[in-house]
C-alpha cells in the first residue's frame, strides 16, 4: 500500500467533513481546500524520483515545491487550524524535495505537540530524516585530487549505508539520487585530471562508462551517455589538434576517435522520449561536421 498511511490519521480528520458541495458552509471551505492540497501530495509520497523525473502538476510545476506553497498559504489564511498536519504534511514535502534538514525540523515541530497522534509517526520520521541530514552535510571537497577522491568516496558509502538502512520507496530512490550525484562529481573530477594522474584518460573513460552501466534504470542515464560521448568527441578533437601537419596526421586513427563519439551521440540523438534528444542530435551534427571538414583538410 501506498505510504498514503503517513496521513491517514490527518486526513481522517478532514475525511469525517461532509462531501465538497456547491452550497458548503464557510466554515468547512478551508478544510474541503486542505484535502485537495493534500490528497495531491499523498498520491505522490512513494514516487521513485531515481528512475522518473519529479512529479509535475498538470501546469508543468514541480508538485513537492507547489504543495509547500499551498501548505503554506493555507497556513497563513488559517493560523492555528490543523497544526500537526500541516506540519507533518510539510515535513514530507520537504524531504522529497530533498531538504533533509528541513524536513527533520518540521517533523520535530509535529513531535513537539504530544497531543497530537501524529507525533509518534513524526518522532520515527525525523530520525530518518535526522540521518538523511547527518549525511547531506558530510563534506565533498578536500585539498589534493586523492584526497578529495577520498571524501567523495567517504560520502558515496554513507549514502549507500542508508540506501541499505532504509530500502523502500521513496528513502531508497533519495538515497540513489544523491549516490548518482556524487558519482557524476567524481567522474568529472577525473575527467578533468586525467593528465595527472597514471593511465589517467582510461581511468576517467571507465568512471564514465561506469555511470551508464551502474545507472541503467536512471531518469539521467540518457545524460550519462551524452557526458561519455562529450569526451569521445573532445579525444577526437584533441587528436586534430595535436597531429595538425600533414605527415603527422593519421586519417584512419582520427576517423576511428571521431565515429566512436559519432557512435555515442547517435544513441541519445535517437532516443525516443528523452529530454536530452536535441542536444544529442545537436552534439551528432556538429562533431560530423568537424569529422568532414578534418577530413578534407588532409585529403
Known amino acids: 500500500m501506498r505510504s498514503a498511511r503517513v496521513l491517514l490519521i490527518g486526513l481522517s480528520l478532514l475525511a469525517a467533513l461532509p462531501a465538497p458541495a456547491k452550497d458548503t458552509p464557510a466554515a468547512l471551505v478551508p478544510y474541503d481546500d486542505l484535502l485537495e492540497v493534500l490528497a495531491v501530495l ?9 528512475r522518473f523525473p ?14 509547500l506553497g499551498r501548505l503554506a498559504g493555507w497556513e497563513q489564511r488559517f493560523p492555528g487550524r490543523m497544526r500537526d498536519v500541516i506540519g507533518f504534511a510539510t515535513a514530507q514535502a520537504l524531504e522529497r524535495s530533498r531538504a533533509y534538514a528541513e524536513a527533520r525540523d518540521a517533523y520535530a515541530s509535529v513531535v513537539a505537540m504530544s497531543h497530537s497522534e501524529l507525533a509518534p509517526l513524526a518522532e520515527a520520521a525525523q530520525v530518518r530524516a535526522a540521518a538523511f541530514a547527518r549525511v547531506e552535510t558530510l563534506p565533498e571537497r578536500a ?12 560520502k558515496l558509502d554513507a ?8 530500502p523502500r520507496l521513496p528513502y531508497s530512490a533519495l538515497a540513489a539520487v544523491e549516490e548518482e550525484r ?14 595527472r594522474i597514471e ?18 534504470e536512471s531518469q539521467q542515464l540518457a545524460a550519462h551517455v551524452l557526458r561519455l560521448a562529450d569526451f569521445y568527441a573532445g579525444d577526437a578533437r584533441r587528436y586534430a589538434f595535436m597531429h595538425d601537419r600533414p605527415l603527422s596526421f593519421d586519417a584512419a586513427e582520427f576517423r576511428r576517435r571521431a565515429d566512436r563519439a559519432l557512435d555515442t551521440y547517435q544513441k541519445v540523438a535517437t532516443w525516443d522520449g528523452s529530454p536530452q534528444r536535441p542536444e544529442g542530435r545537436a552534439r551528432f551534427d556538429a562533431m560530423e561536421a568537424f569529422k568532414t571538414a578534418r577530413l578534407e583538410l588532409f585529403k
Open 42 to 50: 499523498v498520491w505522490h509520497l512513494d514516487d521513485d524520483t531515481y
Open 54 to 67: 519529479p512529479p509535475k502538476d498538470p501546469t508543468g510545476h514541480d508538485v513537492f515545491t507547489l504543495t
Open 143 to 154: 585539498a589534493g585530487l586523492q584526497a578529495h577522491l577520498d571524501t567523495l568516496q567517504d
Open 159 to 166: 549514502w549507500a549505508e542508508l540506501a541499505d538502512r532504509f
Open 182 to 195: 556524487l558519482e557524476v562529481l567524481t567522474a568529472e573530477l577525473l575527467v578533468r585530471n586525467r593528465h
Open 199 to 216: 593511465d589517467g584518460p582510461a581511468t576517467a573513460e571507465r568512471a564514465l562508462r561506469f555511470l551508464v552501466q551502474k545507472h541503467g
